[in-house]
């Protein structure tokens, strides 16, 4: 039997004695069973969900709101897991909160479960998490590389920015760039053509705090350069990114960066030089393409235009701009990939699911990125149109994908040349 885990006031794990294990896809709670769970793994992180109140299946098969811990004083509190990189999540956690409470933090919660006193995640690996893994980040000597590298470049701001990203966001592709390896970002606009549910730099007021600040200045070419040359001429497959957390839509910064290309490509003709983008600027992204651009990266929550646009919230541009850049880029010699943000309950229903795979047929991406949603599913179902169709199960999904003929399934973004 997997049993319900919870939190009690005293910050102490507890697993239920008589509770099973639920999860939740859209906005249904099921039982959780062998099949949906796999050991949780190294570099997961077990968190309260702030305000939730757990919700367990009964030795009669109800489902059942536990208020109160059944062996201290206090509250019982719904448990998450946060995943590494490399995992996708398949179920969300069961809990209910008060609709007065604000949403919870932009976290990407998955279902756990405990059973012989091992901890289960609702989840299933989708890509190698070597290089992602947090043993290899904030390092006892990250301070004195980021001092060592500031002290270099004493006017570069964005190594200014990117030294706060490292420090005190504990950003990883961030703090690459002070280790000299693999993908390391590089922050390069201001501004944004979209005002995303889930946006990680910018929400408005009444919605949850964002977890870091965006850049307020727009970088020259020579600042990007001057991060980029030395960052690609490392070794083992060197990537650099423009269009990080802390930014909004690169694309929106073309001149910039294709200047910026012209001068890195002067000076090396190793690494990867990447851009992570909405995509919906679609003369820029052909700009920058057309500059020496090696690999494209576009986020999108799925094909369905009512959900993009719902979830998006895309200024001057919609899906069509964004297919359309996305064919530029394949046609180009552009790797491209998609950045998917899954969220179980809605990715995997069957209408999503045929929409995404029709985008994915005609466009010829080369890849699709599974990253999970982080978001609270509440906030994010509410301002979503009503879902219909049959929920596949993101396993199934998955599968799905991994039958396009010619199409990578992973999660996160690889060296191309």
């Not at 969220?343 to 229903?349: F, H, I």
């Not at 929409?355 to 991406?365: C, I, M, P, Q, S």
């Given at each position: 039997m997997?049993?319900?885990?919870f939190?009690?006031d005293?910050g102490?794990?507890?697993d239920?004695h008589s509770?099973?294990?639920?999860g939740?896809?859209?906005?249904r709670?099921?039982?959780l069973?062998?099949d949906d769970?796999?050991?949780?793994?190294?570099?997961a992180?077990?968190?309260?969900?702030?305000g939730?109140?757990?919700v367990?299946?009964?030795r009669?098969?109800?489902?059942?709101?536990?208020?109160?811990?059944?062996w201290r004083k206090?509250?019982?509190?719904?448990v998450g897991?946060?995943?590494p990189?490399g995992y996708?999540?398949?179920?969300?956690p069961?809990?209910?909160r008060?609709?007065a409470e604000?949403?919870?933090?932009l976290l990407g919660y998955?279902?756990?479960a405990?059973r012989?006193g091992?901890m289960?995640v609702?989840a299933c690996?989708?890509?190698?998490p070597e290089?992602?893994a947090?043993?290899?980040?904030d390092?006892s000597?990250l301070?004195?590389?980021?001092?060592e590298?500031v002290k270099?470049y004493?006017?570069?701001?964005?190594l200014r920015q990117l030294?706060?990203?490292a420090?005190?966001?504990?950003c990883f592709?961030?703090?690459?760039i002070?280790y000299?390896?693999?993908?390391?970002g590089?922050?390069?606009s201001p501004?944004?053509?979209?005002?995303?549910?889930?946006?990680?730099?910018?929400?408005?007021a009444e919605c949850?705090?964002s977890?870091?600040?965006?850049?307020?200045y727009?970088?020259?070419?020579?600042?990007?350069?001057?991060i980029a040359v030395?960052?690609?001429r490392?070794?083992?497959g060197?990537?650099?990114?423009f269009?990080q957390?802390?930014?909004?839509?690169?694309?929106l910064a073309?001149?910039?960066i294709?200047?910026?290309?012209?001068?890195?490509?002067?000076?090396?003709?190793?690494?990867?030089?990447?851009m992570n983008s909405?995509?919906?600027?679609t003369?820029?992204?052909a700009?920058?393409?057309?500059a020496?651009l090696?690999a494209?990266?576009?986020?999108?929550i799925?094909?369905?235009e009512?959900?993009?646009k719902t979830?998006h919230?895309?200024?001057?541009f919609d899906?069509?701009d964004?297919?359309?850049?996305i064919k530029?880029?394949v046609?180009g010699?552009v790797?491209?990939?998609l950045?998917l943000?899954v969220?179980?309950?809605l990715t995997?229903?069957e209408?999503?699911t045929r929409?995404l795979?029709?985008l994915?047929?005609?466009?010829?991406?080369?890849m699709?990125?599974?990253r999970?949603?982080?978001?609270?599913?509440?906030?994010?179902?509410?301002h979503?149109?009503?879902?219909?169709?049959e929920v596949?199960?993101i396993?199934a999904?998955?599968?799905?994908?991994?039958e396009?003929?010619?199409?990578?399934?992973?999660?996160?973004?690889?060296p191309v040349?």
């Amino acid at each position: 039997m997997y049993r319900l885990v919870f939190a009690g006031d005293d910050g102490q794990l507890y697993d239920h004695h008589s509770l099973r294990a639920t999860g939740r896809t859209g906005d249904r709670f099921i039982e959780l069973n062998e099949d949906d769970l796999e050991k949780l793994p190294a570099g997961a992180s077990l968190v309260m969900v702030p305000g939730g109140r757990p919700v367990g299946v009964s030795r009669a098969g109800r489902f059942s709101l536990l208020e109160r811990n059944p062996w201290r004083k206090g509250r019982a509190w719904a448990v998450g897991a946060l995943l590494p990189q490399g995992y996708t999540r398949t179920l969300l956690p069961s809990y209910q909160r008060a609709q007065a409470e604000r949403p919870a933090p932009l976290l990407g919660y998955a279902a756990v479960a405990c059973r012989d006193g091992e901890m289960f995640v609702a989840a299933c690996k989708t890509d190698n998490p070597e290089r992602w893994a947090p043993a290899h980040y904030d390092s006892s000597g990250l301070p004195a590389l980021v001092t060592e590298k500031v002290k270099q470049y004493p006017a570069n701001r964005i190594l200014r920015q990117l030294a706060h990203c490292a420090l005190e966001y504990h950003c990883f592709t961030a703090q690459n760039i002070f280790y000299g390896r693999w993908e390391g970002g590089i922050p390069v606009s201001p501004a944004c053509n979209a005002g995303c549910l889930g946006c990680i730099s910018k929400q408005p007021a009444e919605c949850c705090p964002s977890p870091q600040a965006r850049i307020e200045y727009q970088p020259e070419p020579g600042e990007i350069a001057e991060i980029a040359v030395p960052h690609l001429r490392s070794g083992d497959g060197p990537i650099v990114s423009f269009g990080q957390g802390c930014e909004g839509e690169p694309a929106l910064a073309a001149k910039t960066i294709v200047k910026a290309i012209e001068m890195i490509r002067g000076n090396t003709g190793g690494g990867t030089i990447n851009m992570n983008s909405n995509a919906g600027f679609t003369a820029g992204v052909a700009d920058i393409c057309r500059a020496g651009l090696d690999a494209l990266r576009v986020t999108l929550i799925g094909a369905g235009e009512e959900t993009y646009k719902t979830y998006h919230r895309p200024h001057n541009f919609d899906l069509a701009d964004v297919r359309n850049s996305i064919k530029i880029a394949v046609s180009g010699g552009v790797y491209t990939s998609l950045n998917l943000l899954v969220c179980p309950g809605l990715t995997d229903r069957e209408e999503e699911t045929r929409a995404l795979l029709e985008l994915v047929r005609d466009t010829g991406v080369n890849m699709i990125q599974l990253r999970n949603l982080n978001i609270d599913p509440d906030f994010l179902f509410q301002h979503l149109p009503p879902q219909s169709g049959e929920v596949l199960g993101i396993p199934a999904l998955i599968e799905m994908l991994r039958e396009v003929p010619g199409l990578t399934v992973g999660s996160f973004s690889r060296p191309v040349r």
